[in-house]
Every structure is written in structure tokens, then in C-alpha cells.
């Protein structure tokens, strides 16, 4: 796991997934986004389009963040505002957090 080839598999991979084959493709693009998220972005900031595989892996999350309430959508969600600083609040991923938090 780590690479954009991989992230780009399991995102394949997810529309004739079983929940817990959807929550094991949760983990694997947590664990890219948190591989890669030190890493150097001299393109700017992380966009679905960027080379890096986390922001990819992030941008996956997402999607499946966004598709509604089952448990792959509500871990990846729990995930991406993780490390959230409070200062992101007036931004869609805050707008995010603070609703879970409520």
C-alpha cells in the first residue's frame, strides 16, 4: 500500500464491496494519508489531482465520507478530522469536524 496504483485499485475495488471489505479499504487509505502526509508538496497544497498518494488516499475518504451513514462513511469521516486543528472550524473539513463532534 502506498502507492497511487494501489489507492486507485481499492477505489475499483468498492462498488461490489462487502462492509467489512469496505472498511478494510478505509484503513489501507488511512494508512497511505498518514504515510504521506509530511511528505513535501511543492505543488501546492493536497488536491485529488496531486502525484502524492495520501492526498489521493485523502481525497478517497472523502468521497466516502460524503456517501452517507453507514459505518465505511462514518469511519472515514472520524478519520479525516482526526488531527484537525481548531482553527480549520471555518473551513468545510471544521464544518465537518464540529458536526461530528455535536
Do not use: F, N
Not at 13 to 31: F, H, K, S
Not at 33 to 53: A, I, N, Q
Not at 87 to 93: E, F, I, L, V
Request: glycine fraction near 6%.
Amino acid at each position: 500500500m502506498g502507492t497511487r496504483e494501489a489507492i486507485l485499485a481499492l477505489k475499483d475495488l468498492w462498488p461490489g464491496a462487502d462492509e467489512d471489505t469496505r472498511l478494510a479499504i478505509v484503513e489501507a487509505w488511512v494508512a497511505a494519508m498518514r504515510k504521506d502526509r509530511d511528505l513535501p508538496r511543492p505543488e501546492g497544497p493536497c488536491s485529488y489531482t496531486s502525484p502524492h498518494p495520501g492526498c489521493l488516499a485523502r481525497a478517497e475518504l472523502s468521497r466516502v465520507s460524503d456517501e452517507g451513514a453507514q459505518m465505511p462513511a462514518l469511519v472515514a469521516a472520524l478519520e479525516l478530522i482526526h488531527d484537525m486543528p481548531p482553527s480549520a472550524a471555518g473551513t468545510p473539513r471544521g464544518t465537518r469536524r464540529a458536526w461530528w463532534s455535536a
